[in-house]
């Protein structure tokens, strides 16, 4: 009987694909997460570009924020450029972050 | 200071590459054993979604301690403190009924479709009367084809207990589906 048991649990337990929309929902939250680490960093690297002891190392510092802002390579596939006010320090970051995804994809490539 | 930062772009973005293999790889684990867990299927995607945030949350920390062992149990282990979370919050009980005919196997003709659809709903409901860890244990042998060790490690329980567990299970639903049966 055991035996039997055991096909039956086989036949009514069967592995449940998950809806498409879920994998949708999935990855956009995925990339929030990914987009507060990657705005840490920007900020990180905007406060230490305002110290003259850092301006030596500027392309260290748009790798990295490159790295973060590029995020998950499955979140990146869908996710969508987010346009903002491009003025005053937001105009920098979005500068420093386009040279990071020049970067990045050059790297890859 | 450029070989830190280097290091760290480095870290990163193989971090979120091991990430996404381990989602891609397990998306249809963490949402079966959800779906098996609460019995239906806006739960089981809000557990699926809360399981891989937290994840990737503390992925860094569990990629460093698994000490190259998969890490599918840890993530059935979330799943599973999330569910455990899930009825404590809303005081609910544990469901498997499965309304839904996807996961009943196609059938070869009418009365075997009858047959088999019958079997397999008596053995759901068997399953949703276990004890809550033989029936993880079952969910995570049967929908995900975990083996013992993995079990073990997704319980945090010893091999030899898990071996013991699955078991004990199977000879539980064997006596009600017996007992159902004579009736």
Do not use: C
Not at chain 2, 18 to 37: G, I, K, P, Q
Not at chain 2, 90 to 109: F, I
Request: charged letters at 35%; zero cysteines.
């Amino acid at each position: 009987m055991s035996d039997r048991v055991e096909q039956l649990l086989r036949s009514a337990l069967v592995p449940v694909e998950p809806p498409e929309a879920l994998s949708d929902r999935l990855e956009r939250g995925l990339s929030e997460l990914t987009e507060v680490a990657a705005a840490e960093l920007a900020d990180w690297e905007l406060s230490a570009m305002r110290d003259p002891r850092n301006w030596g190392r500027p392309i260290a510092a748009v790798v990295v924020g490159g790295a973060a802002a590029g995020g998950l390579v499955l979140v990146r596939a869908r996710q969508q450029q987010k346009k903002r006010n491009t003025t005053g320090l937001q105009a920098l970051e979005k500068s420093i972050r386009g040279v990071a995804e020049d970067i990045e994809k050059r790297l890859r490539g | 200071m450029e070989a830190t930062a280097d290091k760290e772009r480095l870290d990163k973005e193989r971090l979120d590459r091991d990430f996404t293999e381990l989602y891609r790889a397990h998306l249809r684990d963490v949402y079966s054993y959800s779906y098996y867990r609460v019995g239906n299927h806006h739960d089981a995607e809000d557990l699926t979604e809360q399981t891989f945030l937290q994840a990737y949350r503390h992925f860094e920390r569990a990629q460093r301690e698994s000490d190259g062992r998969p890490l599918r149990p840890w993530l059935i282990r979330i799943a599973h403190n999330l569910a455990a979370n899930f009825y404590r919050d809303r005081s609910r009980r544990p469901v498997t009924q499965l309304d839904d005919a996807s996961v009943l196997h196609e059938p070869h003709g009418t009365e075997q479709l009858v047959e088999e659809r019958e079997e397999v709903k008596e053995v759901l409901e068997g399953v949703s009367k276990l004890p809550e860890d033989r029936r993880e244990a079952l969910i995570m042998r049967f929908a995900l084809g975990m083996d013992n060790r993995e079990i073990a490690r997704a319980l945090g329980r010893s091999e030899g207990a898990t071996k013991v567990l699955i078991h004990r299970a199977i000879k539980q639903l064997e006596g009600s589906l017996e007992g159902e049966s004579d009736e």
